[in-house]
């Protein structure tokens, strides 16, 4: 995956570097020259020189191939005007700092993914919603061994199935089911249709193999040490 951050403040240094360790191709664009300098050091990134509401220094950083683009500075005028030359390159996703919450509203009118409050979110929480494109939202849990996923099922090994068929183990559990907008409780008689949104709790170690069985098709049958994938068989 090809992440472009404007802006190597804490928000946007942190960042990269988790999409770094997981990675992904980290291009940062960065006005401040001593800035660039020390990050470059730091961070196996390419670290570029420049305005990011410049369209030639946003094609330098290949924008054109970027999957995400995240606004990472502390100027909210100066985010919004980059995500609106951004949005013409069409990326996939935009992704935006917004330090003041007033202006919010101006962010969502021109269509930005996802805003953030730097006071309220962490960097680790915006990288698991980067690299995991088909959730909706993560809360980490303890120490950061457990997290609660939201995702809307598509396909995968369990569409079709009753949630009383899908064998529970060690490693995630279905928490949580919404229809019509309400939390219920799961059932065993509920059939995990496509389109329905569900909460799954799981060890963050596995994360990424839950994830696979609840939107992809044809996967392996035994994806964790030791566990097979395996529904209940009703006694005749």
């Known amino acids: ?6 802006g190597s403040g804490v928000f946007g240094f942190n960042l990269a570097s988790l999409l770094i360790s997981d990675g992904h191709d980290v291009t940062i664009i960065e006005s401040k020259e001593l800035k660039c300098d020390i990050v470059a050091n730091k961070l196996d990134a390419i670290v570029i020189h420049g305005d990011g509401t410049d369209t030639e220094i946003l094609e330098e950083a290949e924008i054109k191939e970027a999957d995400v683009f995240v606004a990472a500075t502390e100027n909210d005028q100066y985010n919004l005007l980059a995500c609106i030359l951004v949005r013409s ?6 992704i ?10 101006a962010f969502k009118e021109v269509g930005i993914d996802i ?9 680790n929480y915006i990288e698991k919603l980067i690299t995991r ?15 609660i996923i939201d995702l809307t099922l598509e396909k995968g ?28 409780i799961p059932k065993p008689d509920m059939v995990l249709k496509p389109g329905i949104k569900i909460s ?3 060890k963050t170690k596995y994360a990424q193999d839950v994830l696979k069985l609840f939107t992809e098709e044809n996967i392996e049958t035994e994806i964790f040490p030791g566990i097979k994938v395996e529904l209940y068989q009703p006694k005749k």
């Open 1 to 6: 995956m090809h992440v472009v951050i404007m």
């Open 89 to 94: 390159f069409e990326v996939p996703k935009i």
């Open 96 to 105: 935006s700092q917004v330090s003041n919450p007033n202006h919010q509203e």
């Open 115 to 123: 805003l953030i409050n730097p006071e309220l979110t962490a960097a």
């Open 133 to 147: 494109p088909k959730i909706a939202d993560i809360k980490v849990m303890g120490k950061g061994d457990a997290e």
């Open 157 to 184: 090994e369990f569409v079709g199935k009753r949630i009383g068929d899908i064998k529970p183990n060690y490693y995630y559990d279905i928490i949580a089911v919404y229809e019509n907008g309400e939390v219920v």
């Open 200 to 202: 799954i709790l799981v």
